[in-house]
């Protein structure tokens, strides 16, 4: 008599592929969306370093605009003292003065146009981010101005927030 032998896989054999298999694609997906998250909060950080840099390039700008330097009246006239300030990127010396704000609690968010790509505060065809940015202007003696630049954004439910920060001197 001649035995048939099947050779093949049993029943336990392929159960235990399944579930190894399918504990590969967990972890896969796993790190796939961890991989994703990272990346997105890393935009983000990228946009408000973005963002910092060019509240201290609007400062450095509006300085450079004002004819009357010696009298630094393009410091809101004052002679010493804190004041807190939203600018954006087409603001001129006349729209940074009417840009001040009381306290860094009054912050608005920045709204982003698709179309442009442009960060700024104007309403028509903008939508708004979580992004606020203001500039802390103190004067300090012997003619020097602290400029603090502080961008606060939500990421994930978690306040994040990114600060820079130049001194100008009054080198006329």
């Known amino acids: 008599m001649t035995q048939n032998k099947k050779n093949g896989f049993s029943l336990l054999g392929v159960i235990i592929a399944v579930f190894i298999f399918s504990v590969g694609l ?91 790509g442009i960060y700024s505060y104007d309403l028509v065809g903008t939508e708004e981010t979580s992004y606020t940015r203001t500039l802390t202007l103190t004067k300090r003696p012997e003619g020097e101005i602290s400029v603090i630049v502080e961008v606060k954004w939500q990421d994930k439910g978690k306040e994040k927030s990114l600060i820079a920060e130049d001194r100008l001197w009054n080198w006329r």
């Open 26 to 116: 967990v972890g896969i997906s796993a790190l796939a969306n961890y991989s994703i998250g990272v990346a997105n909060s890393s935009k983000m950080s990228i946009i408000a370093a973005g963002l910092a840099q060019e509240g201290i390039e609007k400062i450095r700008d509006i300085r450079q605009m004002n004819a009357n330097w010696d009298n630094w009246e393009w410091y809101d006239g004052t002679l010493s003292g804190t004041k807190y300030y939203q600018v954006q990127y087409d603001d001129d010396e006349e729209r940074f003065n009417n840009s001040k704000i009381d306290s860094l609690d009054d912050a608005i968010f920045l709204r982003f146009n698709l179309a442009t």
